[in-house]
Nanobody, 122 residues
Framework: QVQLVESGGGLVQPGGSLSLSCAAS????????MGWYRQLSQALGKEREL??????????NYADSVKGRFTISRDSAKNTVYLQMNSLEPEDTAVYYC?????????????WGQGTQVTVSS
């Protein structure tokens, strides 16, 4: 089992910045990738979309809509992943969820944080 605790988020004006953190605990040795997903406020009930991900090897992947604006990073010593969001736009308003993918015994497992609201508005 992996537990994820998110922090950060809140209200910011367009063009502003926010940083999200996600601390993992539990069976962290089994984690092979972590990332951030978001669920748009106006699309509740639809699937969460990938924002950014980072593998245990340090490879990163970003949604086209956030490339150049968002940066995902990790602190392995703290078992924490960060998402630095710059040049925020109203379209970035969503609930952001931390995700961890682990593999145990050949089976893949996905874990989710509780979600944190990001609102971009003037």
């Amino acid at each position: 089992q992996v537990q994820l605790v998110e922090s950060g988020g809140g209200l910011v004006q367009p063009g502003g910045s926010l940083s999200l953190s996600c601390a993992a605990s539990g069976s962290i040795f089994s984690i092979n990738a972590m990332g951030w997903y978001r669920q748009l406020s106006q699309a509740l009930g639809k699937e969460r979309e990938l924002v950014a991900a980072i593998t245990s090897g340090g490879d990163t992947n970003y949604a086209d809509s956030v490339k150049g604006r968002f940066t995902i990073s990790r602190d392995s010593a703290k078992n924490t992943v960060y998402l630095q969001m710059n040049s925020l736009e109203p379209e970035d308003t969503a609930v952001y969820y931390c995700n961890a993918h682990s593999t145990v015994g050949g089976y893949g497992y996905a874990y989710w944080g509780q979600g944190t609201q990001v609102t971009v508005s003037s």
